[in-house]
């Protein structure tokens, strides 16, 4: 017989067991949870090759078992799951293959104080189990393969030892020895806690100390009206290892075009972190209650990556290999069913509860406009899931897109939106003036990304969506009065073209002012200041970007422009130098001034020409 192999773990590993042992005090109890999580996975994949045929066996259900022995201060799970071969021994318990695993690792490397939440979310695996245990043997024998039986040891440390267990029986058997403050994991009661706490919903029977502890039930097959409250909720809490309720649940069965049975939960809060990489889709796919992929690609849209939850579907084949399921005509029909509803659910939500709605969307609006953005097939229902301050609403409160279509008076063709830092500059904009004055209503919208939103989305309802910066508007009766005649505003304009030169593609008279003395007007091709400068953000080249200099329009009624007028027949210099300076502010309320210093310059210049220095 062979001799024990020394072997290290990989340097990954070592920082894991570095954390967990050192920072997860307060939480090691989830180590059960983990531990219990995978023989339930080793069940699920002998259950599933049994039942796709490609191993004997039949209808065997595999179990799980726990037992304890208070005296030894030991603990034992054992299951008849799939097993492990010696190398998968060596690369399951040797190496971190999980790229998820990995990046939570570096988030926490970030990270001053580990959000024990999020650890609870990632799970640490296997590993946890040193959180407790001061030596932890696995015996494990592959259901694939019986020919050999192995034994794991480690102590955590820099790493462990395999031999020969010819003893070991199919499955896999893990013995923990525990540390001196952990013995109260030898005794019955806290197990027994535990295992009610985070693993009832565990789709395989298991026994602690021969006693059989849940009831094995998939609830997402139960009809809605049986399912407790509590049910639902602790169900939520065993999926996604969250102890905060869940903003939404939907648990729904359909028959065509493809059978579901399923139960979609959205988490309180959005687990993407910023640093922290793309969070996986973690709804499970079941096939007759049989687990084929616990995180299903490809089941919903990517921008749904939020949704925890379980789909069943009995018309899926079991013997197609993941891979091939994933493009599959049949999930095409189950994400589009899936989504669809999903979507309808939101929607109805959203009429019935638009406080809890207003959190929702506090929450997970990005992956909604991702969706406007990526999925064209459902960008007009998530349309109508949108929320934005607007110039009717009070400050605080969010419109949708179809109450502010409802909200618009005749003669109002398009809707409206500008994007601003907050309120108060959106409100105080040139851009507004012509909105305030003829009572439109505009959409006030403060993340950049929105102005992609509304160039993707377009339309809505049949209207056009349009940034107020490229509205078409006049104002309707405008008050002559110590106006320019209309000879001299074209003389004026004229000059100011010769003056400003190339920067300026036209000046003309503007219909849309009231308080300010000139605005820019960007070209309907042209993009908005904002969009130019997030593309630039994002490395683009602005050469290869259509950007036509804009119009300069100017307001015949403002006295500075008045009194320009007069000023560059008596003193042309003094007149250029205003003319600049009118032109950076246009350019500076637009967003297209990127370097004030030159404009504070010349602002200096003319203050000292009026105090008289
Ligand atoms: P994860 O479960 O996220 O893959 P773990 O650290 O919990 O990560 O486990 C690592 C791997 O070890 C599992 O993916 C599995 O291949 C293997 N493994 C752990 N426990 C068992 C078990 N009881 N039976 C079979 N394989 C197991
Ligand atoms: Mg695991």
């Not at 090691?28 to 219990?36: C, Y």
């Not at 690369?91 to 926490?108: P, R």
């Not at 793309?278 to 949704?307: A, M």
């Not at 990304?449 to 910066?469: H, N, Q």
């Amino acid at each position: 017989m062979s001799q024990p192999e020394q072997h290290s773990f990989q340097a990954e590993i070592q920082q894991l067991l570095g954390i967990v042992i050192n920072s997860l005090y307060t939480d090691r109890e989830v180590f059960v949870r983990e531990l219990i999580s995978n023989a339930a996975d080793a069940c699920e994949k002998v259950r599933f090759l049994r039942t796709s045929g490609e191993i004997a066996g039949g209808d065997v259900e595999p179990t799980i078992t726990l037992t304890t022995d208070t005296e030894a201060g030991t603990l034992t799970l054992t299951d008849t799951g799939i097993g492990m071969t010696r190398e998968e021994l060596v690369q399951n318990l040797g190496t971190i293959a999980h790229s998820g695993t990995k990046a939570f690792l570096k988030g926490l490397a970030d990270q001053q104080k580990p959000d024990t939440r999020l650890i609870g979310q990632f799970g640490v695996g296997f590993y946890a189990a040193f959180m407790a245990a001061k030596q932890v043997d696995v015996y494990s024998r592959s259901q694939r393969d019986t020919t050999e039986g192995w034994r794991w040891t480690s102590e955590g440390g820099n790493g462990f030892v395999l031999e020969p267990a010819p003893d070991a029986a199919p499955g896999t058997r893990i013995v923990l020895a525990l540390k001196d403050d952990a013995k109260d994991f030898a005794e019955p009661e806290t197990l027994e806690r535990i295992i009610k706490q985070y693993s009832n919903f565990v789709a395989f029977p298991l026994e602690l100390n021969g006693t059989q502890l849940n009831t094995v039930q998939a609830i997402w097959a139960r009809s809605k009206n049986e399912v407790k409250e509590e049910e639902y909720s602790q169900f939520y809490e065993f999926l996604a290892h969250d102890k905060e309720a869940p903003l939404y649940r939907l648990h729904f069965t359909a028959d065509a075009p493809i059978a579901i049975q399923s139960l979609l939960y959205v988490p309180s809060r959005s687990m993407e972190m910023p640093g922290m990489g793309r969070q996986e889709s973690e709804v499970q796919l079941y096939c007759r209650k049989v687990l084929i992929d616990s995180k299903s690609r490809g089941l919903l849209p990517e921008w749904l990556r939020f949704i925890r939850g379980v789909v069943d579907s009995e018309d899926l084949p079991l013997n197609v290999s993941r891979e091939r399921m994933q493009d599959s005509s049949l999930m095409q029909k189950l994400s589009k069913a899936l989504t669809n509803r999903f979507l309808k659910h939101l929607g109805e939500e959203a009429e019935k509860d638009p406080i809890a709605y207003d959190k929702f969307y506090t929450e997970f609006h990005r992956f909604i406009k991702e969706g406007v953005l990526s999925d064209w097939e459902h960008q007009a229902t998530l349309g109508k899931l949108l929320r934005y301050d607007s110039s009717a609403m009070e400050t605080g409160k969010k419109t949708s897109l179809p109450d502010y279509v409802k909200r618009m008076p005749e003669g109002q063709k398009e809707i409206y939106y500008l994007l601003a830092k907050d309120r108060a500059s959106a409100e105080g904009s040139p851009y507004f003036e012509v909105f305030r004055e003829r009572k439109f209503e505009v959409l006030f919208v403060e993340d950049p990304i929105d102005e992609f939103v509304m160039d993707r989305l377009r339309e809505f309802d049949g209207k056009t969506i349009t940034a107020a910066e490229k509205a078409a508007l006049d104002l309707d009766n405008q008050n002559k009065e110590g106006a320019l005649s209309d000879d001299d505003a074209a003389a004026l304009s004229g000059w100011l073209k010769l003056t400003l030169g190339e920067a300026v593609k036209e000046v003309r008279s503007s219909k849309r002012l009231v308080e300010s003395p000139v605005v820019m007007v960007e070209s309907d091709k042209s993009l908005t200041a904002s969009m130019r400068r997030t593309l630039k953000l994002m490395g683009r080249d602005m050469a290869e970007m259509t950007d036509p200099s804009p119009d300069l329009e100017i307001n015949p009624r403002h006295p500075v422009v008045v009194k320009l007028n007069l000023l560059r027949q008596t003193d042309g210099p003094l007149a250029s130098l205003v003319a600049e300076q009118l032109f950076d502010q246009a350019r500076l309320a637009s967003g297209r001034l990127e370097d004030p210093r030159a404009m504070l310059q010349r602002m200096n210049t003319l203050l000292s020409k009026v105090v008289g220095a």
